[in-house]
């Protein structure tokens, strides 16, 4: 896939132009942060207290977002993600490029002294594609939305030195359905990795890795402006773990 590296410049690139081919349909930008007192993705634990920028952009079916954490502990995480997404009625369909290489000297120990983002060797490179299906069940008392990913390029590879260049294809699937009480929105979870994942999800076969509880309020400040909060437990049975996280909303 020698085309990885233009391929994903140009995603990038054609965001100004989707509005022009939607019959110019203007494009929305959206900006915000979050500050969260740990980083866990789908019930993995990745870094401690982190800062989550998040830039999007929106035409009609089409969305783009650039999204990025860095630990703000000292310890070298450093991730940048983009995707881009096409949604019709209530299925998304989405394409994402991570890069969770971190910074060279500090989180990993590379000789060359480089972080390598613009290595787009399927053998040797730090990004990973992602191909992703989600479905929005509308039931009136409790939507569901089920959920599919599937790593297929990139540092996704099986952990044994005869198969270094083969693909793992890393696979995550994920229910889950929200609850208004009061001023609270509770949103439960349940994520599971059915198949071998020996490097991201370090399963040997089908797991379980997120079942999750988050509640977000909204802590009015003013008549203007409102702070918004969340917290969230997460526990992972695959890895016998349970991560409880705080976080605030910057937008």
Known sequence: MKSTGATLLGLVLMIPSLGEAQEHVPVTFTTKADVVSSYVWRGMYESALSVQPTLGAVAGKFSFTAW???????????????????????????????????ECGIYNDRKDGKNNYFQFNNHCTDHILEAGISYLLPLRKC??????????????????????????????????????????????????????????????????????????????????????????????PNREDVHFVFGITLQ
């Open 68 to 102: 990025g954490s860095v630990d703000i502990s000292g310890k070298g995480y450093k991730e940048t993600d983009f995707t881009l997404a096409y949604t019709i009625k209530n299925t998304t369909l989405s394409l994402t490029d991570y890069w969770w290489g971190g």
């Open 143 to 236: 939507p569901l939305s089920l959920s599919w990913y599937t790593m297929f390029w990139g540092k996704d590879k099986k952990d044994n030195c005869n198969s270094a260049t083969v693909n793992a294809y890393s696979s995550y699937a994920e229910i889950s359905t929200p609850l208004e009480l009061q001023n609270t929105t509770l949103l439960f979870s349940l994520g599971f990795s059915p198949f071998e994942s020996p490097s991201n999800y370090r399963n040997a076969g089908f797991a379980v890795t997120n079942i999750s509880v988050r509640a977000s309020r909204n802590i009015r400040i003013n008549d203007k402006y409102s702070l918004p909060i969340f917290t969230q437990l997460v526990w992972n």
